[in-house]
């Protein structure tokens, strides 16, 4: 099992910028891939950035550029750097853990523990 504990989100201008964090904890595998996701109201979950414990990342087109997913080691948390943030990023941002791939999917259902997620608001 592992747990997952999102942090980070917060309420800020048009322009901003924000860090998520994700600890994870519990029976965790040195062999992964870990992502982010949003949701936002009305709408299904959106994938965003993927890792795998060898550092290969991968983004969604619609935030390549602004989002910037890292994990320095095995040990640390999970990290989502966004800038230039606009209204349509307002949503409740999710971590999740899933097996090891050598290209991570951007697929919620490859991805077996979710956190409670974090919300984002960008408001003017």
């Known amino acids: 099992q592992v747990q997952l504990e999102e942090s980070g989100g917060d309420s800020v201008q048009p322009g901003g910028s924000l860090r998520l964090s994700c600890i994870a904890s519990?029976?965790?595998?040195?062999?992964?891939?870990m992502a982010w996701f949003r949701q936002a109201p009305g709408k299904g979950r959106e994938p965003l950035a993927v890792?795998?414990?060898?550092?290969?990342?991968r983004y969604a087109d619609a935030v390549k550029g602004r989002f910037t997913i890292s994990k320095d080691n095995n040990k640390t948390p999970l990290y989502l750097k966004m800038n230039d943030l606009k209204p349509e990023d307002t949503a409740v941002y999710f971590c999740?853990?899933?097996?090891?791939?050598?290209?991570?999917?951007?697929?919620?259902?490859?991805?077996?523990?979710w956190g409670q997620g974090t919300q984002v608001t960008i408001s003017s």
């Open positions: 999740a853990h899933g097996p090891y791939d050598r290209i991570c999917s951007l697929v919620a259902s490859r991805y077996n523990y």
């Open positions: 890792i795998n414990n060898k550092y290969d990342k």
């Open positions: 519990g029976t965790t595998s040195r062999n992964y891939c």
